[in-house]
């Protein structure tokens, strides 16, 4: 049975940095993508942070340059560094695995995480 379960969540003022972390536990097949998404108060989920299986990274626009994807494939965790936080990144962010990567962008997500939240105050 695949887990996913993010930490690293949490409070901090617009500028601060946060990094949330994404262990997986079980089998995922090793060509899977991952990625973070996100769904603020009222609004869509959107993605944020797409890897392949390769290392391949892709960003929304409006992290670009602030948030960067990671993975560490020896202890199968992902992880999203978030730098320069807005009050507008405020959201519950996921972790997601998906069953493809193409057109720069994870595809089918199958597996996911419980959600974390990160507040932003300005």
């Known amino acids: 049975q695949v887990q996913l379960v993010e930490s690293g969540g949490g409070s901090v003022g617009a500028g601060g940095s946060l990094r949330l972390s994404c262990a997986a536990s079980?089998?995922?097949?090793?060509?899977?993508?991952m990625g973070w998404l996100r769904q603020a108060p009222g609004k869509e989920r959107e993605g944020v942070a797409d890897i392949s299986a390769a290392g391949t990274t892709s960003y929304t626009n409006s992290v670009k340059g602030r948030f960067t994807i990671s993975k560490d494939n020896t202890k199968n965790i992902l992880y999203l560094q978030m730098n320069s936080l807005k009050p507008e990144d405020t959201a519950v962010y996921y972790c997601?695995?998906?069953?493809?990567?193409?057109?720069?962008?994870?595809?089918?997500?199958?597996?996911w995480g419980q959600g974390t939240q990160v507040t932003v105050s300005s």
């Open positions: 997601a695995a998906g069953r493809y990567f193409s057109g720069n962008s994870c595809h089918e997500w199958t597996y």
């Open positions: 079980g089998y995922i097949s090793k060509t899977y993508c």
